[in-house]
């Protein structure tokens, strides 16, 4: 296992926060932070930019970390996560989270707290941790990927929420709307450990993240070491079905026993490799990520890095995750 990176307690906290600066949600933001940090008798500099800038700004304040030998901290959902763990992994600083998002399955899992005061408040007593990353291609992703029906629900989602406002409820609806009109069907090749095999399916979603899993009863078999977000991924397949199957299906989910409903596969796995079907003249394929959608390159790349993220947990949650992973390092 390489070294931890080290926190020196003097040195500035870099917050991204992904929000314009001066708006009022930026403000409340800035207050939240700059009221924990008073009382922690730390430091910490509020880095705001909008969506186009966090790349840049997540990049910047990574090198900085390293340099100076603290930590950045992502303030939003689930997108910003993962555009700040991008950078950080890169740069192998540490990390911290302030959850501002409808699931937060990532801050979540790792015991954060999603009240953003009692978020910071815990960060300031926490020391930096191991953690499992997974990869599709050239991207780092934390809780889950996709391609097929599932990138159309995230951008249904969103659409929904910009009309009728963030809420699981509305999340909810969303996917119903999205799942009863699914039609497209995709055509892959997979290869996974030596084996290779064809398929149609409507989605093919790869799961890093055990709580997620479990909400929707889709955990598989255990057949590898370790767990999904702990030595392994799971993969969950959607085969073509009708449009009752359909809603067996929706119901099936909303009771958290998706696993159970007819024409879901789901599997475990290490590496997958996944070229997809495509019409002629096209070489990309859209992909969710994080609850992120873009084009990405055939053919599709699924690993668990062997590099992980190094979080920022409570001690006594560090020292136990940091045990396991030097335990699975010395594995022979």
Same mark, same amino acid.
């Given at each position: 296992?390489? /070294?931890? *990176?080290?926190?020196? @307690?003097?040195?500035?906290? !870099? %917050? ?31 880095? %705001? +930019? ?5 790349? =840049?700004?997540?990049? !910047? ?9 603290? /930590? ?5 959902? $689930?997108? &910003? ?9 890169? #740069?192998? +600083?540490?990390?911290?989270?302030? @959850?501002? =998002?409808?699931?937060?399955?990532? #801050? ?9 005061? $009692? ?42 929420? /910009? ?12 996917? +119903? /709307?999205?799942?009863?009109?699914? !039609? ?9 450990? =030596? ?7 409507? &989605? ?10 479990? !909400?929707?009863?889709?955990?598989? $078999? $255990? ?16 085969? *073509? ?14 009771? =958290? ?36 959608? &873009?084009?990405?390159?055939? *053919? ?33």
């Amino acid at each position: 296992m390489a /070294a931890l *990176p080290e926190i020196d @307690p003097t040195s500035s906290l !870099q %917050f991204i926060v992904n929000a314009a600066a001066g708006s009022s949600d930026a403000e409340a933001k800035r207050e939240i932070v700059e009221a924990a940090l008073r009382a922690g008798g730390r430091r910490g500099d509020l880095l %705001f +930019c909008s969506p186009a800038e966090l790349i =840049g700004v997540s990049h !910047q304040a990574a090198t900085r970390a390293i340099a100076t030998r603290t /930590a950045v901290v992502a303030v939003g959902g $689930d997108g &910003t996560l993962n555009t700040v763990a991008q950078a950080a992994h890169a #740069a192998g +600083c540490a990390m911290g989270v302030v @959850p501002q =998002g409808t699931f937060n399955y990532f #801050a979540r899992t790792h015991g954060i707290p999603a009240d953003p005061a $009692d978020a910071v408040r815990q960060l300031l007593l926490s020391v930096p941790a191991p953690v499992q990353v997974a990869g599709i291609n050239d991207r780092v992703f934390l809780v889950n990927a996709s391609l097929g029906l599932y990138p159309e629900l995230l951008e249904d989602r969103e659409a929904y929420k /910009a009309r009728f406002g963030r809420s699981r409820w509305v999340a909810f609806v969303a996917a +119903c /709307a999205t799942l009863l009109r699914a !039609q497209r069907r995709l055509r892959l090749h997979i290869e996974m450990g =030596g084996k290779v095999r064809d398929m149609q399916t409507l &989605t093919l979603f790869v799961g890093n993240n055990r709580l997620q899993l479990q !909400q929707f009863g889709a955990e598989p $078999d $255990d057949t590898l070491a370790g767990t999904p977000g702990d030595g392994s991924m799971a993969a969950l397949v959607l085969r *073509p079905i009708g449009t009752l199957s359909m809603i067996g299906l929706m119901l099936h989910g909303a009771m =958290g026993r998706l696993g159970e409903a007819a024409g879901v596969e789901r599997f475990e796995f290490e590496h997958l490799v996944v070229r997809p079907t495509l019409p002629q003249g096209r070489s990309g394929v859209k992909v969710a990520f994080d609850g992120e959608v &873009t084009m990405m390159r055939a *053919p599709l790349d699924f690993r668990v890095l062997a590099k992980p993220l190094y979080l920022l947990m409570p001690q006594r949650d560090a020292a136990v995750v940091d045990a396991r992973s030097s335990a699975e390092g010395a594995a022979p």
